[in-house]
């Protein structure tokens, strides 16, 4: 059985069964429609379609006024395709055609499935998700660096305390010929 997921913009998620006779289904903020939804804003009182045809299942804007996205591109109709998602108003309208068996037919929603699920499930801890590092396997590859010796400590120790120092009498050259227009090195070698 097919249906559709509208997501309004606080999470709720409200599901619809779309029905396989041919019937067309209204979605809106008025109360004449199919599927009425005052709640979300940005929604018409005739906002779109939905319906049966030969390609597939049809999501239509109703009236012109009416914004209809698919994958963020505005459409005035476009074929349902599984997953994809489509924006009318503020709400995310989402389409799945998966097969269910008798005992998980879904029924045509009148209140959010987050509440429905609250008072049938008792409540879960969430698991937390690994985090996936977005850089490249490469990236995500340690690298260890083998110390060679005592020797190699001794003299890469040395190195940073004579750049450091260099670094400091370079800062004293600069200061000596800002205040005096003369070099330090020269008072130094007198």
């Given at each position: 059985m097919a249906y559709i997921d509208i997501i309004d913009s606080t999470g709720n998620n409200y599901r619809y069964?779309?029905?396989?006779?041919?019937?067309?289904?209204?979605?809106g903020s008025g109360e004449d429609c199919s599927i009425s939804l005052p709640h979300i804003e940005g929604l018409l009182p005739r906002h779109c379609t939905v319906s049966?045809?030969?390609?597939?299942?049809?999501?239509?804007?109703?009236v012109e006024e009416a914004t209809l996205l698919a994958?963020?591109?505005?459409?005035a109709a476009a074929v349902l395709?599984?997953?994809?998602?489509?924006?009318?108003?503020?709400?995310?309208?989402?389409y799945d055609d998966a097969e269910t068996s008798p005992a998980e037919e879904i029924p045509l929603a009148e209140e959010p499935l987050?509440?429905?699920?609250?008072?049938?499930?008792?409540?879960?801890?969430?698991?937390k998700k690994a985090r996936r590092n977005s850089a490249g396997p490469l990236m995500?590859?340690?690298?260890?660096?083998?110390?060679?010796?005592?020797?190699?400590?001794?003299?890469r120790r040395l190195y940073v305390i004579?750049?450091?120092?260099?670094?400091?009498?370079?800062?004293?050259?600069f200061r000596y010929w800002m205040t005096t227009g003369e070099y330090l090195i020269d008072e130094l070698l007198k």
């Amino acid at each position: 059985m097919a249906y559709i997921d509208i997501i309004d913009s606080t999470g709720n998620n409200y599901r619809y069964a779309l029905p396989a006779d041919g019937s067309v289904l209204l979605i809106g903020s008025g109360e004449d429609c199919s599927i009425s939804l005052p709640h979300i804003e940005g929604l018409l009182p005739r906002h779109c379609t939905v319906s049966l045809q030969a390609e597939g299942y049809v999501i239509a804007a109703a009236v012109e006024e009416a914004t209809l996205l698919a994958e963020s591109q505005p459409t005035a109709a476009a074929v349902l395709v599984p997953h994809a998602v489509y924006n009318i108003g503020s709400a995310v309208l989402m389409y799945d055609d998966a097969e269910t068996s008798p005992a998980e037919e879904i029924p045509l929603a009148e209140e959010p499935l987050a509440e429905a699920a609250e008072e049938e499930a008792p409540v879960r801890k969430k698991k937390k998700k690994a985090r996936r590092n977005s850089a490249g396997p490469l990236m995500n590859t340690p690298v260890f660096t083998e110390e060679e010796g005592v020797l190699h400590i001794i003299l890469r120790r040395l190195y940073v305390i004579a750049i450091i120092a260099l670094s400091f009498l370079a800062g004293l050259t600069f200061r000596y010929w800002m205040t005096t227009g003369e070099y330090l090195i020269d008072e130094l070698l007198k």
